[in-house]
């Protein structure tokens, strides 16, 4: 476990100091702050709700569940029982770009909501899963760049979100005859009603 650790703090300090450039320095900040993308988030889940048919309805339910899941699963459950400390709370010269947090490290909730949603996408919409890849692998990244989490905590945090998504996937995958059964029957009873 020891040597684990000690490989974590090393990728993190690598990511952290020899990544450094006055582009990711500039973008990944901003990337990694879901207050700069809430509006767009919003506006692109009614977009789809509206606009997607059922298709885009059941899928932004199950994104809902997805990642309410994950989060609760990652930052209520998890995170609790390991109090793992942040990088910017235990180690020294972190370079922190954006606020600090005392919240624990361990997974991290970005992660896991993140990839919850690009797998849960991919499997919806999978001519642009190497956009919901980028993205989520992006988002990933930024949280041990911007000095909040270790490598560790990313990876925890996206098996967590991509554990959580699958299982919505699955229930809706059993689901989905069952209740076009359901709707069939309550169509021809409809039918026979109307006659």
Known sequence: MNTLLA??????????HSWANPVMDAVLPVLTDFDHWRIPVIVGLLALA????GRG???????????ALSDQTSAGLIKPLVGRIRPCNALEDVRLLIPRSGAFSFPSA???NITAAAFLL???Y????????GIAVLVCLSRVYVGIHYPLDVLGG???????????????????????????????RLDGTML
Request: some cysteine.
């Open 57 to 67: 309805r059941v899928t932004v339910v199950m994104l809902a569940v997805a990642i």
């Open 110 to 112: 970005h992660a896991a």
């Open 158 to 188: 996206a098996v967590a979100g991509l554990g959580c998504a699958a299982a919505v996937v699955g229930v809706q995958g059993l689901a989905a005859p069952r209740l076009a059964k359901w709707n069939e029957r309550r169509k021809r």
């Open 7 to 16: 490989w974590d703090r090393t990728v993190f300090y690598w990511i952290n």
């Open 126 to 133: 999978p001519r642009i899963r190497l956009v919901w890849i």
């Open 50 to 53: 509206v606009w997607g048919k």
């Open 122 to 124: 991919s499997v919806r």
